[in-house]
Nanobody, 124 residues
Framework: QVQLVESGGGLVQAGGSLRLSCAAS????????MGWFRQAPGKEREFVAA????????DYADSVKGRFTISRDTAKNTVYLQMNSLKPEDTAVYYC?????????????????WGQGTQVTVSS
């Protein structure tokens, strides 16, 4: 069965960096578009970043552009989210998601599979 397992979350001071990883199994990773979403307490899950099946196309939420970078390593079946210049408002549970598609997927409802999430807390 398909499994997405996130890791790399934690507590960091404002201005710091974290790199999240999402290891995928049970699917043909190179055929899947991948995305990162986040959900803060009391808020809806929101789009953060997405990458196409080939890695050739990416897209970001305006709130993270220039600070976050999504990438993928097909040999490791893993997608990453490098987060720099973190702000307290980045505090949330971060989820990765997968969709069998060649294009970049931005909409939450389009994704087929989800990980369990990893907590990111940014202190001021």
């Amino acid at each position: 069965q398909v499994q997405l397992v996130e890791s790399g979350g934690g507590l960091v001071q404002a201005g710091g960096s974290l790199r999240l990883s999402c290891a995928a199994s049970g699917l043909t990773f190179s055929s899947y578009a991948m995305g990162w979403f986040r959900q803060a307490p009391g808020k809806e899950r929101e789009f953060v970043a997405a990458i196409s099946w080939s890695g050739g196309s990416t897209d970001y939420a305006d709130s993270v552009k220039g600070r976050f970078t999504i990438s993928r390593d097909t040999a490791k079946n893993t997608v990453y989210l490098q987060m720099n210049s973190l702000k307290p408002e980045d505090t949330a549970v971060y989820y990765c998601a997968a969709k069998s598609s060649r294009r970049v997927i931005l909409k939450r409802y389009e994704y087929d599979y989800w990980g369990q999430g990893t907590q990111v807390t940014v202190s001021s």
